[in-house]
């Protein structure tokens, strides 16, 4: 027994069956050679590939709400900026400190509250509204993921609930990697 990756190269998402492959030996001499041509019952779910695009500002109407009763007080730590972060996180103090190359770092916050993002089809630019699209949100999920932000994700048809972690992140992918186009 042994394991052996195949790698399969494709250009669009959704399932992918393995196709026919060819096993073959030399062994044990290396006179002759055996073959087969074996048919696996294999398939795999190929998620879209991600395009780097900015999430999506909070706001009262792409945000939907906040997950607990207080603001945002209890200092958590820094973490490095990304493009979707307000400026007044940006942590001054410890950039005027550092080396004037390092990258900007903003504040994070932990206790009560939790800020909630919606990965909207409907918050799109007009002109991307093909698989273009699935991959600015595939993109916004794998971001909204690193932040550790709770996130949902709407699509035409279907509307997924905010949460964490990393079967939402799996049920988003795989949301985005079977969804038909309008």
């Known amino acids: 027994q042994g394991r052996v990756e195949l790698p399969v190269t494709t250009q669009q998402r959704g399932w992918l069956a393995l ?20 048919q696996p019952d294999l398939r795999c779910l190929v998620y879209p590939q991600p395009e780097p695009f900015p999430l999506p500002p909070p706001g009262a109407a792409a945000s939907g709400s906040r997950h607990g009763d207080s603001g945002q007080e209890d200092f958590a730590g820094l973490r490095q900026r990304q493009p979707a972060d307000s400026p007044r996180h940006v942590a001054w103090k410890a950039v005027a400190r550092n080396a004037p190359h390092q990258p900007l ?4 916050f932990a206790g009560g509250s939790q800020e909630e993002r919606w990965l909207d089809w409907s918050a799109l630019p007009a002109t991307s509204l093909d698989e273009r699209g699935i991959s600015i949100l595939t993109g916004w999920v794998l971001a909204a993921d690193g932040a550790a932000l709770r996130y949902g994700l709407r699509l035409p048809g279907l509307t997924l609930d905010p949460d964490c972690g990393d079967d939402h992140r799996r049920r988003c992918l795989e949301a985005l990697a079977l969804a038909s186009l309008p």
């Open 105 to 108: 770092l903003v504040k994070q």
């Open 19 to 38: 196709p026919r492959v060819r096993l073959s030996t030399r062994y044990p001499l290396g006179l002759f050679e055996a073959w087969s041509y074996p």
